[in-house]
């Protein structure tokens, strides 16, 4: 390298200038992939596994050596949640549809769900006959209390509400809603298991909530999910819906009698090797949950000095899981060019993670992106559910536009995975690229 070339480099790694602009980049290693229950993956899940395996008996009610390990890890998760009833199904998706059918989900009621959610939020409301109703969100990135307000009407049967991207919702102000409107309020806390709200865990405050253990959650089996409730009736509609229909008495024995409790089987039961493992991440969540949030108010705190960035609000910082950091620009084309910028930087993970997008990129957790929704697909090719007699009237427009505050959010936003093994060096780079990518910024 001749001298005034090597001149130029030593120039860029020491001016700051950014590495978009041919600058030297804050890190070149990729980020750890998100995953937060896999990073905390270790001997004693292989050990519980192993142990289970050799038993031979996979299934939860009978085998040659049952081990009731799905039993255990509902009435663990339970307690650890401090409500009466849990039952363990085969994901977070299972485990919307078990809920909506406990509740009594059907044609011709009206579903309240927020505009930032997941897929499947919506595919269960509409699996069941129902039409779901978008509320938009505010700057907790949840459910708008005073949008849900407005979105019932005489048809709402209930809402529900999710906590995203690890902290949760305004869930007081949201009960208050249902409970004033005789609605079902149903959590859904696959993103935020664990997570709390003046240290009430949330999947307590509805009347039921659902939880996820897919790969990218808290705490992680790498499928898996559970419902909860405190009521002895909707936990038996659950248990009902996510096995074979009916309902079982103390002994086990299927209860065939009782209308109430008879619906149809879904399929949903989880299997004694996921729960054994589970059983072992369930003691390792809160130590999960300290390390990602440590990591995320470590950023946050640094990021609050930069008036060009605003955080998004966070209801309760001490029940915030930490899992995701969002910051939001005054414009779209500058939380373009801010990730942009970022990426370069090296704050990104390998191809498969998703750990630094802008919102409009973040898949079907955006209302607008979810194809069948705005063009109100059916199953049946004859328009299930949005056709029926009974919803006559009901189906609204799902496409951009229907939720302003959440389409000029998303637009503005970017969101960083926080994963639950970030060293002190690896919050530091991420730090020093806000610092130098926000400072480039030009002064409004
Ligand atoms: C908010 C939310 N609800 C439900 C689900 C569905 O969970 P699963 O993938 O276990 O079916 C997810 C999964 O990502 C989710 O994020």
């Not at 959610?117 to 907790?140: E, K, Y």
């Not at 930087?345 to 898949?363: F, K």
């Not at 959010?409 to 060096?425: D, G, H, K, V, Y």
């Amino acid at each position: 390298m001749k001298t005034d070339q090597k001149h130029s480099v030593e120039e860029k790694a020491t001016s700051g200038e950014l590495a978009i602009e041919g600058g030297k980049p804050i890190r070149t290693a990729p980020l750890p992939l998100e995953f937060p229950g896999i990073h905390y993956f270790g001997e004693e899940e292989i050990q519980a596994a192993v142990q289970l395996l050799k038993r031979r008996s996979l299934f939860r009610y009978y085998g040659v050596d049952l081990q009731k390990e799905v039993e255990k890890i509902e009435a663990e998760f339970a307690k650890f949640l401090g409500i009466s009833h849990a039952v363990a199904v085969t994901s977070g998706t299972g485990a919307l549809n078990t809920a909506l059918s406990a509740l009594s989900v059907g044609p011709g009621q009206e579903v309240i769900v927020p505009a930032y959610m997941w897929v499947s939020v919506v595919a269960a409301v509409v699996s069941h006959g129902a039409i779901p109703v978008l509320a938009d969100i505010n700057d907790t990135f949840c459910m708008d209390p005073m949008k849900l307000e407005k979105a019932v009407t005489p048809k709402t049967a209930g809402i529900i509400v999710v906590h995203m991207s690890g902290a949760p919702a305004d869930i007081k102000a949201i009960r208050r809603v249902a409970g004033e409107r005789r609605l079902w309020l149903l959590e859904d806390c696959a993103q935020c298991c664990g997570g709390s709200v003046d240290g009430q865990k949330v999947g307590t405050f509805g009347d039921m909530a659902t939880f996820s253990f897919q790969m990218n959650k808290n705490m992680t089996s790498g499928e898996g999910g559970c419902v909860v409730t405190n009521d002895f009736r909707l936990y038996r509609r659950a248990f009902a819906a996510h096995d074979l229909g009916y309902a079982r008495d103390e002994s086990g024995r299927l209860i065939f009698d009782d209308p109430d409790l008879s619906l149809w089987g879904q399929g949903y039961r989880l299997d004694e090797l996921r729960a054994a493992i589970l059983r072992v991440q369930l003691t390792k969540l809160p130590r999960i949950i300290e390390h990602m949030r440590r990591s995320k108010y470590r950023i946050r705190h640094e990021l609050e000095k930069f008036p060009q960035v605003r955080l998004r609000k966070i209801v309760d910082p001490e029940g915030d899981t930490g899992c995701f950091l969002i910051t939001t620009y005054p414009d779209a084309e500058t939380a373009q060019r801010v990730n942009k910028a970022l990426r370069a930087e090296g704050i990104v993970t390998s191809p498969q993670g998703t750990s630094n997008i802008v919102m409009t990129d973040w898949g079907l957790h955006v209302y607008s992106n979810i194809a069948s929704l705005v063009g109100k697909t059916s199953v049946d090719g004859r328009g299930f559910p949005w056709k029926l007699p009974e919803n006559a009237g009901l189906a609204r427009d799902y496409g951009k536009g229907a939720c302003p505050v959440a389409d000029s959010l998303f637009e503005r936003s970017i969101i960083l995975a926080i994963p639950s093994c970030l060293t002190e060096s690896d919050e530091g780079d991420i730090v020093r690229a806000f610092d130098k990518v926000l400072d480039s910024l030009p002064a409004r």
